[in-house]
């Protein structure tokens, strides 16, 4: 069973560009999470979608943001970029959220903001 | 708000002797509390989940409501357990994991 996919591996960007980001689900899973986890700040929440919805968001700025595709493929996009947007972006998915499925996690997106 | 501590950043431990990283957390539904572990150049992969109580690896975690802990044992430690590990914990609702700052284990021949 192929795992959790992310592209691209690494991305720069300069502030004030967009980066967007991107994932793909293990197949059968249809919510996926985003994490970002920057240096000294450990792993934070982002986002979670379900079925195509956000069901929810972690406490950052609504430059943030992100959608879920039908076949429950997953972007993130970050506008305005600052350089304290520089880290590792991860993303994870679950098959039924409303079991608390474990979540399994993607190698990750290292974003580098100049 | 729910929380999870991990009080060492660092720990360092000789090949064969017994290891437990601490984790210790505030959360006021019940809580699903997991284990990640992070090897060199890997992805973040889940090493165990309270409700499983499975040995993984060698490793065991106790959920301990009392004391709100979730410690992480292993009584012999292996070179090969050298790694970040991060103590979570999941909503109720069960959508967002929240995560302790991780503790790097060194496991030294």
């Known amino acids: 069973e192929a795992g959790v996919t992310q592209s691209p591996t690494h991305l720069i960007k300069t502030r004030g560009q967009q980066a967007t980001l991107r994932c793909s689900p293990i197949?059968?899973?249809?919510?996926v999470y985003w994490y970002q986890q920057a240096l000294g700040l450990g792993l934070q929440f982002l986002l979670w979608y379900d079925e195509g919805e956000e069901r929810n968001r972690g406490n950052f700025p609504p430059r943030f943001s992100g959608r879920q595709f039908p076949n429950y493929s997953s972007e993130l996009n970050v506008n305005a970029l600052e350089l304290e947007d520089s880290a590792l972006y991860l993303c994870a998915s679950t098959r039924l959220t409303r079991r608390r499925e474990t979540q399994y996690f993607g190698p990750g997106t290292r974003l580098l903001v100049l | 708000a729910q929380r999870v501590t991990q009080p060492e950043k660092l720990l360092s431990v000789f090949k064969g002797a017994p290891v437990e990283l601490k984790c210790n957390y505030s959360y006021s539904g019940s809580p699903e509390l997991f284990w990640y572990v992070q090897y060199s150049r890997q992805r973040l992969q889940l090493l165990l989940r309270?409700?499983s109580r499975e040995s993984i690896k060698g490793f065991t975690a106790d959920l301990n409501k009392g004391e709100t802990s979730f410690h992480l044992k292993k009584p012999f430690a292996q070179e090969e357990d050298s790694a970040m590990y991060y103590c979570a914990l999941l909503e109720t609702s069960g959508s967002r994991l929240t995560f302790g700052e991780g503790t790097q284990l060194t496991v030294n021949p």
């Open positions: 197949s059968g899973h249809t919510s």
């Open positions: 309270h409700i």
